[in-house]
């Protein structure tokens, strides 16, 4: 009885708000359609997927591709291995450019120079992955890379960038740095408006230094959020950026040991048209993975701070 | 001797000024360096589009070519077809991809504002497993290729990521903090229609929001390659960064398979675009961010500091 008070309740209150159901109404098609449904194309994960057949036309396989991925454990390994280390590599050096630069722009917010620096340092976010690509290759390429002509004008020997595994780690991670250390410290900058003024005089008063005042005020002030965004970045750590891993290695398979990551090896395998099904294997077993963080990340969150849950 | 009293403190004062102003310099010093750090690999692209041909074939990319020259500019202001056309496409699919996205997500986020709209529990729930789970690259390509049929459809470019989770959530906590609850039921009470609300008096409190997101959406449209990537392989359907990136997959392929040929007939041969050119071809690309960033660039951090404060 009283269940079927509660139903009604919503259907009418559904029906008087008849405006708000119609303006909520395209922008959840658009979600079921683009975030939904593709879920659902997940299933080839358990199909022997056929160009020619299409999705719905291909035979159910069962667990064959997941077998296929075991079998070839060398890649599957190496792809979740390459994007896990990665993403724990990106993230510390990530997070501390960010703050230390957060840091430094604050110390001199009171004058419009830190702040038009600040203005530069963001803009190579909003360089495509591209440009990006295009930028490396001047700076690395065999002939007339930039770095190549300076070691010749000191007489080192050249090095081929693009065929050597080892490097790319540090040219990845200097990558990533270049293009997200201002706009990453945007957050953190505003965290540290947020800080009492008088904190800093009290200190004063108390003959504290410079270095003091950061160590024993800024940094502890944004120990919280460092340590929130790290967790909420937790839930992406089976994800990676296929501006970095695709394109700015130009998708070398020499590379590949040091390089590539799940979603550069799915990209790979979408663009040249290898066998789909167990690359859907691969993104089933990503998405399950990611889920599984993303929860228990947000557990975490929420037992430490309720505010920045995300859910 | 209380003269020179007075002079000792005026002395000091003055040696505490300076010293604080030096260490403040050192810290600008820093900065700036950080900042041209930042700036640096944009410029190379400058400085190459406006050197000779000769002068990058000869010494290699560098920041003080032999000879300057407006060749490779020229090359690009003739403006072959198909990057007319793919400038057209970039242009449109800017434009209405991020007039969409604002659209069809402020009247969402609106919606999933109302406290007193009881369908909103089950709407929230169904935006936020978005987060949780999704079927990735490979499941919106399998879906979006067999089911919607938008392989080399140019509508592929504003669809898939018209509404996120991320800009919704965004939206409606700007909402339920900007907008007082007060202020619809009065509207409701003078006999508005809920669409009415929404567009009289809801919109207009929501402009800056809608410009952060539109933003982010145009300049994310702009760079956006994957899409382009995976989706358009006919002739006619191009972005810019699609241009780009077949401009480098012609070069890699022919450096591939040529034994023969020099370097040069092969670029004259196949019509590929000389070093210079080709930076000229990118400057031409990044050119309508770099422009529009110094006007726009408080919008741009706005987007990120709006979303880190969750409702």
Redo the contacts between chains.
Sequence with gaps: MGRQLKRD??IS??CK????????I???A??L??????????L?AFKEYDYTL???GSEWCGFENFRLLLESKDITIRIVRNTVLYWCLLTTVGTIMNVG?AI??Y??TA?K??KY????????T??????V???A???L?D????I??ILSTFGMTEISWYLTPKFWPIILLVVHV?KN???GS??YL?ALAGIDPSLFEAAEIDGAS?PQKIRFITLPMLKSMVSINILLALGGIMHSN??LFY?VT?NTGILYSTTQTI?AY??N???SGSD?GS??AV?LF???I??IM??SVNWLVRRKDE??A?? | MLCSNIQTSASVKNKKIKRVTFSQLLLRMFIGIVALICVLPVVLIVIVAFSSESSVAEIGFSYIPKEWSFEACRYVLKFSDQLIRAYGITIWETVFGSLLTVFITSMFAYVLSRRDFKLNKYLTKFVIFTTLFSGGMLGSYLINTNIYGLKNNLLVLILPHCVTAWNTVVMRTFVRSNVPQALIESAEIDGAGEIYTFFKIVMPIMVPVMASIGFMSAVSHWNEWQTAYLYLDSENYSTLQLVLIKIEKDIDFLRKNSGTLSTEDILALKDIPSESARMAILLFSIAPIMIAYPFFQKYFIKGITVGSVKG
């Design positions: 309740s919503l209150n559904t708000h008849k405006g708000l159901l119609m303006m909520a395209p922008g959840f658009m979600m359609l683009f975030s939904y449904m593709p879920m659902v194309g997940l080839a299409g999705l719905l630069i430094l722009i110390e001199c004058n120079f830190g620096s600040h203005m530069i340092m963001i803009f190579p909003f360089v495509s992955w591209i440009s690509s295009y930028i290759k001047a700076f390429n002939g007339n890379g930039m190549n002509n270049w250390c201002g706009y945007v957050i505003s410079k296929t501006g394109q130009r979603d799915v990209m395998a979408l663009s789909l690359t859907a993104t990503q998405s399950v990611g889920c993303v929860v505010d920045n995300l859910f």
